[in-house]
C-alpha cells in the first residue's frame, strides 16, 4: 500500500471520529502519538492531518499539534450558499451533458439509498447521500466545476452531517432525491433547480441550529473536564 492511498484511509478514520464527536473541538492531534496507535509511520498520518486541514476540519499551528477546529456559523453559512449555487450549476449542466452511464450510476446510489437507508449505519448513509451529490456534479462532465463542488462539500462536511443526522427521515430524504433525479431523466433544467431549492433551502438554518447545540454540548463537556 503506497503511503498516499494510506493518508487517505487514515483521514477517512480521523474525519469520522470528528463527526461522531470522539474528537471535539480543540482536541489536539498528535502525530506521533496517533501515528503509534494506528500502527503507521509519521509521514502518512502527516499527510492525513493535511487533508484534513484542507477540509476545514482540523487548525494546523506553528510548532504545536493540529487540534480540531471550531466552526464559525458566517463562514459555514457562506459556504452553503455557494455550494447551494455550485449544485444547481451542477444539475443544469448533467441535464445536458449527462450520459446514459452517469444517470444508471445516480440511479443506483438512490436505489441503494431507498433499500438499505434504515438497516445503515447514519454515518455511512451520510457518505452515501454525499456521493449522490458528487455523482451530479461529475455527471456536468465539467471538471472546474465538479473540483470545486467537491471542495466545498469537503469542508461542509461537519456541518452538514450534524444536519442531516438531526433531519433523519427516509422519506424525506428519497423522495427529494427522486425529484433531482427525475428532472434529470427528463433533462428538465426549470425542474430540475425547483427539487434543488426544495432539498438544500433550509440548509443554512439547519446547520446553524446544530451548531447551536454542538456548541452548547462542547461547552458542557469542557465544564466537566475542568472539573475533573
Known amino acids: 500500500m503506497t503511503e498516499e492511498i494510506l493518508a487517505i484511509q487514515i483521514a477517512h478514520e480521523l474525519r469520522r471520529d470528528i463527526l461522531r464527536g470522539k474528537l471535539?473541538?480543540?482536541a489536539p492531534i498528535k502525530e506521533r502519538d496517533n501515528a503509534a496507535e494506528m500502527g503507521v509511520s509519521r509521514t502518512p498520518m502527516r499527510e492525513a492531518i493535511r487533508i484534513l486541514a484542507k477540509e476545514g476540519l482540523v487548525l494546523l499551528r506553528p510548532s504545536r499539534s493540529p487540534i480540531v477546529a471550531a466552526m464559525d456559523y458566517k463562514e459555514v453559512a457562506d459556504q452553503a450558499e455557494v455550494l447551494i449555487?455550485?449544485?444547481k450549476l451542477s444539475a443544469e449542466l448533467a441535464c445536458s451533458n449527462a450520459t446514459p452511464e452517469d444517470i444508471k450510476r445516480i440511479e443506483s446510489i438512490l436505489q441503494h439509498m431507498a433499500d438499505h437507508f434504515n438497516d445503515t449505519d447514519p454515518l455511512d448513509m451520510f457518505e452515501i447521500d454525499m456521493s449522490f451529490h458528487t455523482a451530479i456534479a461529475e455527471a456536468s462532465h465539467n471538471?472546474?466545476?465538479a473540483e470545486t463542488h467537491r471542495s466545498?462539500?469537503?469542508r461542509l462536511?461537519?456541518?452538514r452531517y450534524l444536519a442531516a443526522r438531526q433531519r433523519r427521515n427516509k422519506d424525506r430524504v428519497v423522495n427529494e432525491h427522486t425529484f433531482i433525479l427525475d428532472g434529470m431523466r427528463a433533462r428538465d433544467v426549470g425542474a430540475v433547480r425547483t427539487a434543488i431549492d426544495n432539498h438544500l433551502w433550509h440548509l443554512a438554518e439547519d446547520i446553524r441550529e446544530q451548531l447551536d447545540v454542538w456548541r452548547t454540548k462542547d461547552?458542557?463537556?469542557s465544564e466537566?473536564?475542568?472539573l475533573e
Open 85 to 87: 449555487a455550485l449544485e
Open 219 to 221: 461547552g458542557a463537556a
Open 157 to 159: 462536511w461537519h456541518p
Open 224 to 226: 466537566t473536564k475542568g
Open 24 to 26: 471535539l473541538p480543540g
Open 152 to 154: 466545498f462539500l469537503q
Open 143 to 145: 471538471r472546474p466545476l
